[in-house]
Each structure stands twice: as structure tokens, then as C-alpha cells.
């Protein structure tokens, strides 16, 4: 069983386009963060949140952590081509990570 | 310069070898980290060494041996190499861990290991 899940778990769209990416867990966490991840490389950090309901804009990226510290979602704006990637979501409780399932997009121009 | 390197980038070999990763990280970081990827790009904590301690061990199978020479290394050593151990494995290095402290992770190019 997963701790946490990603959804979509794939999501292709145009150059333009919003979309939003779920992770979620039964499971409280101490922070949550979100990284990024392209092809031959390790996954890059993009936003740790720490406090529950708490909102984080990085460009046009949006974050949110569940008010019970148990969800975030990745809402990003008017996505682009560069955003193509791997997301993954990953809580952190006693010592260690746990990393979500993973959403794969991609952004066509 | 190169945050946290790991060698070899990739690792073909027969099933039944020994075979070992190395990682080396530049920043100064108390913790290090072995990550496995699976072909579901599902990452999985293997390991954690904080110190050169050991504090997370994931029921790795006991063929797998990190060791930890310094604060800077962690290496991966894989005993009787098995087909399901193909994946790619990763290493990263943050601040000290604790148990609910966040801290950001580096990770490494990652290494591609195929056992056939």
C-alpha cells in the first residue's frame, strides 16, 4: 500500500492550459515537499510546506497543504513546455521521506 | 561543481555479481541518502546515514551494504545480484535529519543499474 498517492498519474495537455496535481495520504506529516524530476536526472526541489492550509506561489506554480497536514495539491497557471516532467509529492515523518506515486506531464506547444 | 555525484552513471551486469555505487557530496551535509527507482519511477528509501550512522534501514534485503567512510561518501554495495534489483538508484544528502525536521534533499544524476 502507498502512503501517498499522486493523481493524475499521467497528464498530457496543451501550452496554455491549467491543471492541478493531487497527493494525498492518510497518513499526517511533519512538512511536505514537492519535486521535480526530468529524464537522466535526480528530482530538483521545488516548495517544502510546513504548516496546515498553508498556500506557497512559486511563479506560476501554486501549493497547498491540507489543513490536517494529510493532502497538497500543485495547481500550475497557463502550464508551458519547459513544465514538462515528473512530480512527485514527498511527506516527511520520522527521519526519512516517503515519496508519492508520482504524475508524469507533459506539455505539448 | 557537482553537488552530489554518484559513478557509475551506468551498470550493466551479469546475475549473481557483487557490484558497488559510489557517491560523493560537496555541500557539507550531515545526512546522506540511498534512493531505489523503480520502472514505475516509484523512489523508495533504502537508507540514511547521519554521521556516518546508520539511522534508516529500510528491510533491504541484507545483500545490500552502504558504508560510509566519511561524511562526504556513502557507498552502495550490492552482493549476489539479482534480476529484480534493476532499477535506479539514487543518493542524495540534506542538513541533519531529525524526526520532524524538514530539510531540502540534493540528489544525485542517479545511477542505472541493469542485471541480466
Known amino acids: 500500500t502507498q502512503l501517498l498517492e499522486q493523481s493524475p498519474q499521467f497528464l498530457s495537455i496543451q501550452e496554455g492550459e491549467n491543471l492541478t496535481v493531487y497527493c494525498n495520504s492518510s497518513s499526517v506529516f511533519s512538512s511536505l515537499q514537492w519535486y521535480r524530476q526530468e529524464p537522466g536526472e535526480g528530482p530538483v526541489l521545488l516548495v517544502t510546506v510546513v504548516t496546515g492550509g498553508e498556500v506557497k506561489k512559486l511563479k506560476r506554480l501554486t501549493f497547498q497543504f491540507g489543513d490536517a497536514r494529510k493532502d497538497s495539491s500543485l495547481h500550475i497557471t497557463a502550464a508551458q513546455p519547459g513544465d514538462t516532467g515528473l512530480y512527485l509529492c514527498?511527506?516527511?515523518?520520522?527521519?526519512?521521506?516517503?515519496f508519492g506515486t508520482g504524475t508524469r506531464l507533459k506539455v505539448l506547444a | 561543481d557537482t553537488a552530489v555525484s554518484q559513478t557509475p552513471k551506468y551498470l550493466v551486469t551479469q546475475m549473481g555479481n557483487d557490484k558497488s555505487i559510489k557517491c560523493e557530496q560537496n555541500?557539507?551535509?550531515?545526512?546522506m541518502y540511498w534512493y531505489k527507482q523503480d520502472s514505475k519511477k516509484f523512489l523508495k528509501i533504502m537508507f540514511s546515514y547521519n554521521n556516518k550512522e546508520l539511522i534508516i534501514n529500510e528491510t533491504v534485503p541484507n545483500r545490500f551494504s552502504p558504508k560510509s567512510p566519511d561524511k562526504a561518501h556513502l557507498n552502495l554495495h550490492i552482493n549476489s545480484l539479482e534480476l529484480g534489483d534493476s532499477a535506479v538508484y539514487f543518493c542524495?544528502?540534506?542538513?541533519?535529519?531529525?524526526?520532524?525536521?524538514?530539510?531540502?534533499?540534493?540528489f544525485g544524476p542517479g545511477t542505472r543499474l541493469t542485471v541480466l
Open positions: 514527498a511527506g516527511h515523518r520520522d527521519y526519512k521521506y516517503i
Open positions: 555541500l557539507g551535509h550531515d545526512t
Open positions: 542524495a544528502s540534506s542538513q541533519e535529519a531529525s524526526a520532524w525536521s524538514y530539510n531540502e534533499q540534493f
